[in-house]
């Protein structure tokens, strides 16, 4: 099971930050790398970043690269997604995964998800 916590409020003004953290549940995060994603309404589901199992190789959707950083903290069997100066079109739903071994980039590679939790930035 895998469950999202985010520290911070829904709405967000332009510039500001958010994190995100994703509890697991019932399995080892140790074996497993994890993601972020992303939905905006009437669009599809799209990639945000990635991090291996130890944390050495991370990955970002050249949107967010140098605003967000992804993060894990395997004892806790959390995964966090730090989000700087963000922008209007931040805006959506983000989802946290888990994929057996390595890291990936699309959805139907991954195994776990935690439900959907909106970020809104706007002034």
């Known amino acids: 099971q895998v469950q999202l916590v985010k520290s911070g409020g829904d709405l967000v003004q332009p510039g500001g930050s958010l994190r995100l953290s994703c509890v697991v549940s019932?399995?080892?995060?140790?074996?497993?790398?994890a993601g972020w994603f992303r939905q905006a309404p009437g669009k599809e589901r799209e990639f945000v970043a990635t991090?291996?199992?130890?944390?050495?190789?991370?990955s970002y959707a050249d949107s967010v690269k140098d605003r967000f950083t992804i993060s894990r903290d395997n004892p806790k069997n959390t995964m966090y997604l730090q989000m700087n100066s963000l922008k209007p079109e931040d805006t959506a739903l983000y989802y946290c995964?888990?994929?057996?071994?390595?890291?990936?980039?699309?959805?139907?590679?991954?195994?776990?998800w935690g439900q959907g939790t909106q970020v809104t930035v706007s002034s």
């Open positions: 995964a888990a994929r057996q071994y390595y890291i990936g980039f699309r959805v139907n590679e991954y195994d776990y």
């Open positions: 019932g399995f080892s995060l140790d074996y497993y790398a």
């Open positions: 991090i291996s199992t130890n944390g050495a190789r991370t």
